[in-house]
């Protein structure tokens, strides 16, 4: 399993921005696809997740301002960010956990500045 994750760069406050994580291989439907984030000097942090079912979990500080989603066609999952804040700034990762193994992407930057 391979994920490439893209879709990240510089907006200002308020801002949005749509995150893209396509996998390789066969499982991806059957799979729960996640996001963290890590700032700087901080700990990586679960943001949102997506069952292979379509249940959703946020982080309480995206909770309404951040939409996981999937397309299973595609193999790929996304994380729509609405009313970026300064505090959201970090590199973003898909993750796709599995029982034996857990796939992360390479990362992509998110930066929230004016």
């Known amino acids: 399993v391979q994920l490439q994750a893209s879709g990240g760069g510089l907006v200002q406050p308020g801002g949005s921005l749509r995150l893209s994580c396509a996998a390789s291989?066969?499982?991806?439907?059957?799979?729960?696809m996640a996001w963290y984030r890590q700032a700087p000097g901080k700990r990586r942090e679960l943001v949102a997740s997506?069952?292979?079912?379509?249940?959703?979990n946020y982080a309480g500080s995206v909770k309404g301002r951040f939409t996981i989603s999937r397309d299973n066609a595609k193999s790929t999952v996304y994380l729509q960010m609405n009313s970026l804040k300064p505090e959201d700034m970090a590199v973003y990762y898909c993750?796709?956990?599995?029982?034996?193994?857990?796939?992360w992407g390479q990362g992509t930057l998110v930066t929230v500045s004016s």
């Open positions: 993750k796709m956990p599995t029982r034996l193994y857990d796939y």
């Open positions: 291989g066969s499982i991806f439907s059957i799979s729960t």
């Open positions: 997506i069952t292979s079912d379509g249940s959703t």
